[in-house]
């Protein structure tokens, strides 16, 4: 009948570290476990724990669950699942050692280290901000500091009004007026297209009725910006409606 140990739960960090003092208590290779004389042990201990109706953690039960089914499967001749299971549980204790170990060395160090704090450094000057500003330009710095964008105004009338009124032009009246500018000999080069003052619908009209009119091969454009009308483009077109 196993030992019944007399011990506090919150004496172990989790179900690991208390498998691993039931191993070094029964002087156990860590490498060749007795496995089932270490799952009753463990059982052993959280059935007294409960018995004696102390709280036992979860994760603690769930250990107990795991090594009970762990057990079941080694009464089996022959089991791989028992053999997968034991191989686990012997390579997260041996690899839960080596980590205590490890913090142990390290918290050994850190105690044998000497740390000295000194005394906080006075603050030169006043601490208090005296200076005023205008509360637009702290609320302006403020959103600037947190890396948003302004507080967008709500937009008056005045900023549609250009965008509502703007006259509509179409293509067809653009491709009149070029074709006119062109006969005339008033419109040479494509520079004279374009103009500051007109609309930004007069310019997107403009720009289509030239490429159409490139496209139909009314008008030619070299490398200087320079327009050629195609005159024979007329008679070309009466010549095949006849054929």
Avoid at 35 to 44: K, R
Avoid at 183 to 191: A, H, P, S, V
Avoid at 201 to 206: E, F, I, K, R
């Amino acid at each position: 009948m196993p030992e019944v140990l007399t011990f506090k739960i919150e004496d172990f960090e989790g179900p690991l570290d208390l498998l691993l003092y039931l191993v070094g208590k029964n002087k156990m290779n860590l490498y060749d476990i007795n496995i089932m004389e270490l799952i009753d042990q463990y059982t052993a201990t959280i059935r007294n724990l409960q018995d004696n109706r102390m709280e036992v953690a979860s994760e603690f039960i769930d250990m107990a669950a795991h090594l009970v089914q762990m057990k079941s499967a080694l009464l089996l001749p022959r089991s791989p699942e028992a053999e997968r299971m034991k191989a686990e549980l012997t390579g997260r204790l041996i690899e839960y050692s080596a980590c205590k170990e490890v913090a142990a060395k390290l918290g050994s160090r850190a105690r044998d280290l000497y740390t000295a704090v000194r005394q906080p450094m006075p603050l030169v000057g006043a601490a208090e901000y005296t200076r005023r500003h205008d509360p637009n330009l702290l609320v302006t710095a403020w959103f600037s500091l947190m890396g948003r964008s302004l507080r967008k105004r709500k937009p008056t009338q005045d900023r549609f009004e250009p965008l509502v009124t703007a006259p509509f032009v179409s293509v067809s009246s653009r491709v009149s007026h070029m074709l006119r500018g062109l006969l005339k000999g008033t419109l040479r080069k494509m520079d004279q297209l374009f103009s500051p003052e007109d609309s930004r619908s007069t310019h997107v009209a403009t720009f289509l009725a030239l490429l159409e009119l490139i496209r139909a091969g009314r008008v030619k454009v070299d490398d200087g910006g320079q327009l050629n009308l195609d005159r024979t483009h007329r008679r070309k077109e009466e010549a095949s409606a006849h054929e």
